[in-house]
C-alpha cells in the first residue's frame, strides 16, 4: 500500500499516529505481538522495538516495554548458566593469544565452549565453535559424554563449513577436550594457532558466554526434549536457522550474523587479511599499546617474538 502511495512506511505510520491513535495503538500491539510469536518469545522489549523499527514503525523502546508488560509478552527468562570446565590435568597448556588480537574481518578468531543440556532421562553435551568477530556459530556437535570427540566433531564441521586460510587463531578454556593430543592434533593440519584463557577467566571467549547463556535462555529452558534425536533437531533449527539468520544480535548494530557478514564483504573490496597484534607485558593484563607502535601483524604467521605453544607466565 505504501508503495502505491508513494509514501515511506515511517511517514505512513506517523501520520496514522496522528489522525487515528487508536487504530495506530493497535497496529503497534498487533506487530509486537506478531514479531514476539514469531520469535517464540525469545526476544526482549529492546529486540521487538529494533525489528519494529527495521519494519518501518518510529516506536519508543519504552512503549514497547509497557504493551508487552500489558500483554504479557516479556521474554522467558529463567535458571542461571553453570560453569562445566574442568582443567584439572597435566596437558599442555597454550599461551593466551586471543587477548592481544583486534580483529578486522572473518575467520581470524575463533571461540569454542561447551555446556551441558538436561533432558527427560539423561544429560548430553553440546560443544560450539563461534566466528568471534560476527558471532555466528559455524561449528557445533552433540555427545552423551564429555570426550574430546564431540568438540573434535565441532570443529571439523566449522572447518568444513567456512574453510579458513592459514593463521586463523583458535580460543578456547583450559578444559580437557581442548587440550587433548586427539583435538590439539587437528589445528597445525590447517595452520591454525592454538590459544587459551587462564583457568577462570572467561573474558576473552565472552562471545561464547553469551550465546551459551542465550540458547539455554530462549531454547533450553523453554522446551523439554524426548532423547537426543529430538534435541538435535531443536538445536539445528535454533543455531542454523533462527540465530545465524535471524536472531538480531545488539553487537552487531542490530542485525543477524548473516547479515553482518554480508555487509562486511560487500563493504570492502578486499579481503580484511590480517588481524592486529597488540604488545603488552603480562599476557593476561590489557594496558594500552605504547606510543608509536601498532604491534605486529597476525594472520598468516606468528609474531617473531613469541613461540605459540609456550607457557603461558605464571603470577607472582
Not at 496522528?18 to 503497534?28: C, I, R
Not at 593466551?96 to 574481518?105: K, P, S, V, Y
Not at 604491534?295 to 613469541?306: F, I, L, Q
Amino acid at each position: 500500500m505504501c508503495q502505491l502511495a508513494q509514501v515511506s512506511r515511517a511517514g505512513y505510520y506517523r501520520r496514522l499516529a496522528e489522525v487515528e491513535p487508536a487504530e495506530e495503538d493497535m497496529t503497534v500491539r498487533d506487530a509486537i505481538q506478531k514479531t514476539a510469536l514469531e520469535h517464540r518469545r525469545r526476544y526482549g522489549y529492546r529486540r521487538i522495538t529494533a525489528q519494529l523499527r527495521r519494519q518501518g514503525l518510529m516506536v519508543n523502546h519504552k512503549r514497547v516495554l509497557k504493551l508487552m508488560r500489558e500483554d504479557n509478552l516479556l521474554a522467558i527468562r529463567q535458571r542461571k548458566f553453570v560453569i562445566t570446565t574442568d582443567s584439572r590435568h597435566e596437558l599442555k597448556v597454550y599461551v593466551n593469544l586471543a587477548a592481544r588480537m583486534e580483529l578486522t574481518g572473518l575467520n581470524q578468531l575463533w571461540v569454542a565452549d561447551i555446556t551441558y543440556i538436561r533432558l527427560q532421562a539423561e544429560f548430553v553435551y553440546l560443544s560450539v565453535v563461534i566466528d568471534r568477530y560476527s558471532r555466528r556459530v559455524v561449528g557445533w556437535a552433540l555427545d552423551r559424554t564429555l570426550a574430546a570427540r564431540m568438540a573434535v566433531a565441532a570443529l571439523q564441521r566449522a572447518i568444513a563449513a567456512r574453510r579458513p586460510g592459514p593463521g586463523l587463531v583458535h580460543h578456547s578454556d583450559r578444559g580437557f577436550q581442548y587440550a587433548s593430543k586427539e583435538y590439539v592434533e587437528v589445528l597445525p593440519l590447517h595452520k591454525m594457532e592454538p590459544s587459551m584463557s587462564r583457568a577462570a577467566n572467561p573474558y576473552d571467549k565472552a562471545a561464547c558466554e553469551s550465546f551459551m547463556k542465550t540458547l539455554k535462555q530462549e531454547e533450553i529452558y523453554c522446551n523439554r526434549y524426548r532423547d537426543q534425536e529430538d534435541l538435535s533437531a531443536h538445536m539445528e533449527e535454533f543455531i542454523d536457522l533462527y540465530y545465524n539468520r535471524q536472531r538480531l544480535h545488539s553487537a552487531l548494530g542490530y542485525r543477524t550474523p548473516e547479515e553482518f557478514e554480508n555487509d562486511n564483504q560487500a563493504g570492502s573490496a578486499e579481503p580484511a587479511g590480517a588481524a592486529k597484534m597488540k604488545y603488552f607485558h603480562n599476557p593476561e593484563s590489557r594496558p594500552e599499546k605504547s606510543a608509536g607502535s601498532d604491534g605486529p601483524v597476525y594472520g598468516s604467521k606468528m609474531a617473531s617474538h613469541e613461540s605459540p605453544t609456550a607457557e603461558p607466565q605464571r603470577e607472582p
